[in-house]
């Protein structure tokens, strides 16, 4: 008998979810009977992680998001499992992009994903109806959704085409998408020191597309230092053509604003890459390898393991949880089809409205966050409120700024 120490367990504020974690770690053990899980509520925080560690606290088995494992390989805070999942189930049919995340420079791996996002498009099919565009053909560059918000925003009735975040580090976060679709990076590691990388033609591109949106086309509305919250009510209200997010935005307007999941179409992000996140499981460097191979076995049982997603379709179809998203693309091939087979028999949304996502977004690069990421947001916000709110702003002397600040950040990285 081992007994493995995990976390991830949802708070008792999240009973619907707690209870069907609690089902799982007692149908885990059952299947497993010389596995015994320690579940315990929290996810990775920073500041409190390597005290954790030190002290001998951290679990077994530790909750990351995709842009803590480089860190921790580098502090050799995690241990290696590339030996412990030969074996594993569907672990070839696991998309490398995401095993990419938890391997080190040596090659070696450090953990698994459980859950990924990509940023794309969310549109308002109707009013691409009532502007004469296919809502089943959503614009696929930047100058097509330049074109699609101009006749949104002409139908006049207060309809804007596009709208944008800005504030609260949401507006760095977005800016930080933008470049990547225009090819760019944000940050680049060069002889082990990150340099920012936004003061390029990618971060100019992005900026001059956004500019003319908003001022010479008049597409973006008038107001402006807007955050999620707000631009999900404008697209609650039927006056929003469109703005970027992921998938998971969807169910949050229709609930809010009791709206229908036919209004709404996604699409990938215009261009050549998106930002994409998510997040995993890595394992304590101090745990030993039975206990590492135990952890295995229940990340790949409860995470990734296509033959329990009908039976989790099932048990959610039951409570009022929308089935069918584009959410959590984690699988190629084999393992992939036996997913999408029971999304499509339980899904109660309407999935060809996210074709234009599904397909086109496996098609472009994923990349993740750059390092410090809030920090930078931080300063990446008042790039999108330069360019948003002053009709005149110096885009080129905008970047550099923020650039030289952003460098100071990154001096820290280690």
């Known amino acids: ?43 990775m925080d920073p500041k409190t992680f390597s005290a954790k560690l030190a002290g001998g606290q951290l679990e077994d088995v530790y909750y990351v998001y995709f842009t803590d494992p480089a860190g921790l390989i580098q502090r050799r805070q995690g241990a290696k499992i590339t030996e412990h999942v030969k074996d594993m189930p569907y672990f070839k049919d696991v998309k490398t992009e995401f095993l990419d995340v938890f391997t080190g420079p040596d090659g070696a791996l450090y953990g698994l994903p459980n859950g990924q996002y990509s940023l794309g498009l969310i549109y308002n099919r109707a009013l691409f ?14 100058e097509g959704v330049r074109e699609a918000a101009k006749k949104i ?22 800016f930080t998408s933008w470049v990547y679709s225009m090819g760019g990076d944000i940050a680049l590691q060069k002889d082990g020191k990150w340099k920012a990388a936004f003061d390029s033609e990618a971060g100019r591109n992005a900026l001059r597309m956004l500019h003319d949106m908003r001022w010479t086309d008049k597409s973006m509305g008038t107001r402006q230092l807007l ?47 998106t930002l994409g996140g998510g997040n995993g499981f890595m394992f304590n460097p101090k745990a030993t390898p039975e206990k590492i191979k135990a952890g295995i076995e229940w990340v790949q049982w ?38 999408a087979r029971a999304h499509a028999k339980y899904a109660n949304v309407p999935q060809d409205n996210y074709k234009p996502f599904v397909e086109r977004n496996a098609l472009i690069d994923q990349k993740v966050e750059p390092p410090n990421a809030q920090q930078i947001y931080t300063v990446l916000d008042g790039v999108m409120q330069a360019v948003l709110t002053k009709e005149d702003a110096d885009l080129d002397r905008v970047l550099a700024d923020a650039a030289k600040r952003v460098d100071a950040i990154l001096a820290t990285v280690r």
Do not use: C
């Not at 979810?17 to 009977?33: G, L, N, S, T």
């Not at 009735?157 to 944008?164: F, H, I, K, T, W």
């Open 1 to 43: 008998m081992v007994t493995i120490s995990v976390n991830g367990m949802p708070p008792k504020t999240q009973p619907v979810d707690r209870k069907y974690f609690e089902q799982d770690v007692r149908a885990f053990e059952k299947e497993h009977p010389k596995i015994k899980i320690d579940a315990r509520e929290g996810q």
């Open 302 to 339: 409860k995470y990734l393991n296509p033959d329990r997603t009908e039976f989790e379709d099932k048990r959610a179809s039951g409570n009022d949880v929308p089935i069918g998203l584009p959410l959590d693309r984690l699988f190629n091939g084999a393992a992939e089809a036996k997913q």
């Open 227 to 273: 955050q999620i919250d707000d631009v999900q009510k404008m697209m609650g209200s039927g006056k929003l053509g469109m703005y970027m997010a992921g998938p998971d935005n969807i169910p949050t307007i229709v609930k809010q604003f009791e709206r229908e999941y036919s209004e709404y179409g996604v699409a990938a992000m215009p261009g050549e890459a």
């Open 129 to 142: 109806k009532k502007a004469g565009l296919d809502p089943d053909k959503p614009p696929t560059t930047w």
């Open 153 to 174: 925003t002409a139908l006049g009735d207060g309809a804007v085409g596009y709208a944008d975040y800005s504030k609260n580090n949401q507006g760095g976060w977005h």
